[in-house]
């Protein structure tokens, strides 16, 4: 992921007018590189820094642009940029008790973020984990599903329980419930097609198993053959994984395959509840996404989520017209509000 920032100037608003800390800032940070940035306490690094994440109520985008892959980032505007809050951009400060408001627990914080996304159960939320939203992480989110526990978000300050999310069964919430919790966007994976060239009718297992063996997650897996004229399959991994991929599978000759990959590609989800048993809603995100001319391909659904690969280039316009189309609009505004407490 690479960011370029031109021009870029920010100011506060105070009594005594206006005060720009940020003034005609310029630069970019390539995929797979760090960047430091040092100066004297006040001079702006931090208002730098929540410049590209969130404009707070003092401040004032007064120019210039910022890119994240190559697509523009609308930083002046705080719902467009409520997609990539917590997915593509986020700000980790180096002290503790400057980076959250000592007056509201973590836990607070935390859960007040996920019920205003309508997120209360852990299979939810390991679906979200996974498809890109980042808010729990994805591995701790999922094992608290499959094993019926309580993901307990604990209070720094206190020896208390903090925010519990029960465990159990989402069964009477499946059966009850038929929302949209959450639009995610993945920008960083790449589409594999293999393609067999000689016979065989394990080619699934056998790629599978190869990627296994590498600790390579996949997702989107899709099968064609054994009675068409060339037997292939595809499938989603994560951008990084990319290489590892071509190696694990090129040092396999015997399988006699050939491996193409696309990496200008995103993936789109919906996550909810009671998917499958409610197959307007696959039809509904389809639909919206064809008529704004986005693209789509690899279409996968589970109860809790249905996904799509879209171009990378249309990912945000994808999740802003899904947004307006399940009216999860006044969510963002209210997750943006809260986040601004």
Same mark, same amino acid.
């Given at each position: ?33 760090? !960047?430091?940035?040092?100066? @004297? ?11 590209? *994440?969130?404009?707070? &109520? ?13 697509? /523009? ?23 503790? $008790? ?11 914080? %935390?859960?007040?973020?996920? =019920? ?11 679906? !979200? ?16 599903? $499959? ?15 903090? %925010?519990? *999310?029960?465990? &159990? +069964? ?8 038929? #929302? ?17 060239? &000689? ?21 989107? *897996? ?5 009675? @068409?004229?060339?037997? =292939? !399959? ?5 951008? &990084? ?14 399988? /006699?395959?050939?491996?193409?990959? %696309? ?20 039809? =509904? ?9 986005? +693209? ?10 249905? +996904? *799509? %690969? ?6 945000? /316009?994808?999740?802003? #017209?899904?947004?307006?189309?399940? @009216? ?5 505004? /209210?997750?943006? +509000? !809260?986040?601004?407490?």
């Amino acid at each position: 992921m690479s960011v370029k920032v031109e021009n870029l100037s920010i100011a506060y608003r105070t009594r005594a007018g206006e005060v720009r800390p940020v003034d005609d800032v310029s630069f970019s940070v390539a995929d797979g590189e760090i !960047m430091g940035l040092a100066g @004297e306490s006040g001079c702006g690094k931090s208002t730098l820094g929540n410049s590209l *994440v969130y404009l707070e &109520g003092r401040m004032k985008h007064l120019g210039g642009r910022v890119e994240l892959d190559g697509a /523009d980032l609308p930083i002046a505007d705080g719902r467009a940029m409520q997609p990539h809050r917590l997915t593509t951009v986020s700000l980790v400060p180096q002290y503790a $008790m400057s980076a959250l408001n000592p007056t509201r627990r973590i836990g607070r914080l %935390t859960t007040d973020l996920l =019920r205003s996304h309508g997120v209360r159960d852990p299979g939810v939320m390991a679906e !979200m984990a996974f498809s890109g939203a980042k808010v729990l992480h994805s591995r701790a989110a999922e094992l608290a599903a $499959m094993n019926n526990l309580e993901i307990h978000i604990r209070n720094s300050f206190t020896r208390g329980l903090g %925010t519990i *999310v029960p465990g &159990g +069964s989402s069964e009477e919430m499946l059966e009850n419930r038929g #929302v949209i919790a959450a639009v995610t966007h993945d920008p960083d994976i790449a589409r594999v097609i293999v393609r067999c060239r &000689g016979r065989r009718t394990n080619l699934t297992a056998d790629v599978l198993a190869v990627l296994a063996n590498c600790s390579v997650p996949v997702d989107l *897996v899709a099968h064609f053959g054994p009675h @068409e004229e060339e037997l =292939r !399959m595809g499938f989603t991994v994560r951008r &990084g994984d990319v290489q590892k991929v071509r190696s694990a599978l090129g040092a396999i000759a015997q399988m /006699d395959i050939d491996v193409e990959v %696309t990496e200008k590609v995103a993936k789109l989800s919906l996550v909810g509840m009671g998917l499958l048993n409610r197959p307007e809603y696959t039809t =509904r995100m389809l639909s919206t996404l064809a008529r704004a001319g986005i +693209s789509t391909s690899w279409v996968s659904a589970t109860q809790l989520r249905a +996904s *799509v %690969t879209v171009p990378l280039d249309k990912v945000i /316009d994808g999740v802003n #017209v899904l947004h307006r189309e399940f @009216e999860l609009e006044r969510v963002g505004q /209210d997750a943006s +509000s !809260m986040a601004s407490a």
